[in-house]
């Protein structure tokens, strides 16, 4: 038997964790920030019964449906992991409790740096993967590295690039990350969204920026804690004009992270499907290149109203089609035409 109960709202009722052991996404300074990015609440779900542990949610109401988006997968009562097996037993208790709860009419992709072991049978699922470091130490990590990836490395440092790290470098950062997004018509966040979390989350955010010749090649705002450091904010100059400018920046991340004893370094998001030929194939192997394993598992979705959701499927469609705008759909709608 499990039990599901919510946390949400004044932080000073929910569970005091000892959130650096954790994913970044159970520290409330954090998902606090990015709640009010999605127009959302951060909610904790406490897991108890036959296993106990904690679930981070985002929670959104509208006029026509309740949404609910995981932030991390199920952990223990130390941030850790449970095994598939137990992971997907407690997702199937706690959508038979949603169900029965009748607040959530949908629960929506998660966050792009989580990766689920295991799909509920009725859900909307892909594979899904991630290449992820384990940060052993430094000379250990050097030598897994690709040849490559080595050898334009030492070539940033023979020519000198300057790696600076720091709040300082939000301005820089934010005037290269604003520029990938739009070259690559993909959703740019908002300044504001940065600064807050450098604001009340700076000691567990590594802002960093790569010169040559006084010129920004790269970027990398992560955020991370014990549990591991995820890339889930990174840019790039328009022409990078030093060979191995934004390798020599995520190693020097990686440096960064073995001496705070981060355990990983999770490059977030890799396609199981075939991406040769494109734009992804190079991202991907830049990604495979710097030594780590390859995780698999699932994105997944659901809806749990399906009345409800069409009628807002429906309402949505035709508000975009006034306004003439394409939706893309999600990871999930992309991927899944590839494995059926």
Known sequence: MIDFKLHSGDLANFPKLEWRNFHFSFNP??????????DSEFGLIEVNGDVKGYIPVLLKKSKLINTLKFMFNPVNLVGELFSPQEEEQILEAFIHHLKKDNEIDRILQPLNWMLFQASPKESVSVPF???VLNLTDEDTVWKGLHTKHRNVIRNAWKKEAVIKSGADQLTAFYELYSGTMERNNMHCEP????????????????CSVVYFNEQAQGALFVPFTKQGAYYVYGASAPRIELTGAVNALHYDLIQNMVKANVEIYDFVGARLSDVSGSRLEGIQKFKKRFGGNLREGYLWKMDLNSTKCKLYDIALSTKLKLKRIK?????IDQELPKFK
């Open 29 to 38: 300074a954090f998902s606090s920030v990015y709640a009010r990015l999605d």
């Open 191 to 206: 300044k504001w969204y940065f600064e807050e979390l450098l604001k009340t989350n700076g000691d567990n955010i590594h």
């Open 327 to 331: 939706l893309k759909g999600d990871i």
């Open 129 to 131: 993967g991630s290449y």
